[in-house]
């Protein structure tokens, strides 16, 4: 008997499974971005500005979807982003979604914000893992995490350059996330959305309920809940910064955040070996560009000096193919799976991958192109003026 989450057929199925599984303030901790949520619409509406232009009378009995990213062999082009507190989303959150990614044969990025620990995600995958790296607490505790993740297997560091504070996200401030993760008094208020739960309830005081995190150790002991806008704040990435990240980590190093062909450049410079073309989600500046908008000012700075990726309004396979015509080795996808976590676990992201991947197979077929590594711009016409400002 197939479960819910087997009868999604599209990424909003599993969304409005998610919505129906959790609390508003959980739900709208993964559905929501900063202020009047204009770059959250416009990073999915502006996929839909890029036209196919596909080659007819092509036979294509199948598909080669694997690719290679810093050095890792994948199956299919796509990553699992980062996603604080995933935890609060599913028992044992960051496990599962990790799970799923290496069943998928690909990668699983766990978070400096995630509930479980980096050692037992690993091991609860069969594929890679890369760990994204904030520098909460401070240079010392960075580098106690930089040990542990090159100690138990992670091959990439992922540094994300644009949290010098957390955004402001209203749906959170309104629903109380902050009071629900801290869970004393404050919490009060907001118990009648859990009560209207009893599932995610159970579920999430039956893993712990009172989540800190665990990859954040200050004087020995794993850092509680407290205010991430205030830590990021006190504990901003600064381009200084790659310097004694590289040399601790002596890995690939994964710059994520990039808005322009500047700090494209910059990143490179720096010692990344792979940029993400990223505006975190939409969660932090409003009324930035789309990130596909951004990838070919990108591409065109960096001119293969090193690799692109893109993450941001990904929730179709079509949305995938399009940037990797455009110039992007890969993706990466954050609330795609996020819903799948929420709407049922591992199982649930191992629909949303299905899902995905079953998308960018019909859409190679209908193009008439067998390998992803074939895909260029010839298959896709992009609006004039996003290619404007580009040096001739």
């Known amino acids: 008997m197939p479960s819910s989450v087997d009868r999604a057929v599209i990424i909003e199925d599993l969304r409005r499974m998610a919505e129906r599984r959790l609390p508003r303030m959980v739900f709208d901790y993964i559905d929501g971005g900063a202020e009047r949520e204009w770059t959250l619409k416009e990073n999915c509406r502006a996929f839909t500005d890029v036209m196919f232009r596909p080659r ?3 036979a294509t009995t199948s598909c080669d979807l694997s690719t290679t990213v810093v050095g890792l062999n994948i199956d299919v082009p796509l990553i699992l982003a980062p996603v604080g507190s995933s935890r609060m989303f599913y028992p044992r959150g960051e496990e599962q979604a990790a799970a799923a990614a290496g069943d ?15 050692e037992d995600v690993k091991e609860a995958t069969t594929g890679h893992a890369w760990y994204q790296l904030y520098l909460v607490g401070g240079r010392d505790v960075a580098m106690g995490a ?12 992922v540094v994300t350059i644009d949290t010098p504070v957390a955004g402001m996200r209203e749906r959170d401030s309104r629903n109380g996330v902050k009071e629900l993760l801290a869970f004393n008094l404050s919490t009060v208020p907001y118990l009648g959305q859990m009560i209207t739960k009893p599932g995610w309830l159970y579920s999430f005081f039956g893993d712990g309920g009172l989540m800190g995190f665990p990859n954040i150790v200050i004087d020995g002991a794993s850092m509680g809940y407290a205010d991430v806008g205030a830590a990021l704040e006190a504990s901003m990435t600064s381009w200084d910064d790659f310097k004694w990240i590289r040399e601790a980590w002596g890995g690939p190093i994964v710059a994520k955040g990039v808005h322009t062909a500047d700090d494209a450049r910059k990143a490179v410079d720096h010692g990344a070996a792979a940029i993400v073309v990223s505006n975190h989600g939409a969660r932090q500046l409003d009324g930035v560009a789309p990130t596909i908008r951004v990838l070919p000012e990108v591409v065109q700075a960096i001119n293969g000096q090193a690799e692109i990726l893109l993450d941001g309004g990904i929730r179709r396979g ?5 940037a990797l ?7 990466l996808i954050g609330r795609a799976y996020a819903y799948g976590l929420g709407a049922g676990g591992q199982a649930g992201v191992a629909r949303a991958l ?16 067998g390998a992803i590594k074939d895909l260029d711009g010839s298959f896709v016409d992009v609006p004039s003026e996003w290619t404007a400002r580009l040096p001739r």
């Open 56 to 58: 007819s009378a092509v």
């Open 146 to 157: 930089i040990a542990r993740a090159r100690k138990c297997g992670y091959k990439a560091l």
């Open 318 to 322: 079509s949305d995938i193919v399009k």
């Open 325 to 331: 015509c455009m110039g992007a080795r890969a993706v």
């Open 104 to 118: 998928a044969g690909t990668i699983y990025t766990l978070s400096t914000l995630s509930g479980c620990k980096m």
């Open 354 to 369: 299905a899902i995905l991947e079953a998308d960018v197979i019909r859409t190679m077929k209908l193009l008439g192109i």
